[in-house]
């Protein structure tokens, strides 16, 4: 386990000092699953850790926890940036595109098919049939495009041939998570977004946060982890619990009045 967390503790690192700040985040919780924002470079399926870093897709056996093994690498190209790991099911986000990837029963990813994009950063999560990708410009992704912030909806209920299926502008775009069954969308220092997905299809606007400076979030069952440059911040729902952790990078805050 020891030797499996020193390999792990690098890559968050390494995720956290890319694009000029610690927006990235990959949380693993000790079991052979993971939980991570999308900005994260590696994501836990099954006993296989999956890391990706400008060019690669590198997959890890740690079913021996003591002893994880390089068992493949995958190059897909340059501009690598994000994975997203769902059931079986890595989705890779890049400067020029999402790359959907299948899970062979070797833990090696087969490639299925990918959607293209103008030149920009572009995290991305999924679902059973649809795939939520967020495009923008900037340092490290295309300063010289200013027309590329967006969320991008695709249709992936046939994971070989995904499609567009609603494109809405957003205000440089970041991280995005889904929570209590909504969409949520951080755009840095510009605050945060709530869609709802009543039509998964087609993202409406729900609440916009503008004092919540997101980069990433993670939805867990009751908690919203969201991380900004200020540090990591969890948000609650339940309106009897207000707690502050001492640590000077960790709050909690209730925000039950306003996520309802």
Request: with cysteine; charged share 20%; glycine share 10%.
């Amino acid at each position: 386990m020891r030797k499996l967390m020193l390999m792990i503790i690098p890559l968050i690192m390494w995720s956290c000092s890319m694009d000029g700040g610690s927006e990235d985040i990959g949380i693993w919780d000790g079991n052979v699953t993971g939980t991570g924002g999308s900005t994260a470079r590696f994501t836990i399926t099954g006993d296989f850790l999956y890391v990706v870093n400008n060019s690669e897709l590198k997959a890890f056996d740690i079913s021996q926890e003591e002893d994880p093994t390089l068992t493949s690498n995958t190059v897909i190209d340059w501009g690598v940036e994000t994975v997203f790991g769902y059931r079986d099911k890595l989705f890779i986000g890049t400067q020029f595109g999402m790359f959907v990837y299948d899970i062979s029963p070797d833990g090696s990813p087969v490639y299925l098919s990918e959607f293209g994009h103008v030149t920009a950063c572009d995290p991305v999560i999924a679902n059973d049939q649809f795939a939520y990708v967020t495009i923008r410009s900037g340092v490290f992704c295309n300063e010289f495009i200013d027309e590329v912030d967006d969320l991008i909806t695709l249709d992936v209920s046939d994971l070989r041939n995904p499609y567009q299926v609603s494109r809405i502008d957003m205000i440089n775009p970041r991280g995005l998570t889904f929570f209590q069954g909504d969409l949520y969308v951080g755009e840095g220092e510009s605050g945060m977004k709530r869609f709802s997905l009543k039509d998964p299809s087609n993202p409406q606007i729900f609440n916009f946060y503008p004092e919540i400076a997101a980069n990433d979030m993670i939805g867990l069952d009751s908690i919203l982890i969201v991380t900004g440059t200020e540090g990591v911040f969890q948000f609650g729902i339940k309106p009897d619990t207000v707690v502050v952790n001492n640590d000077t990078l960790f709050y909690s805050l209730d925000l039950y009045s306003e996520l309802q």
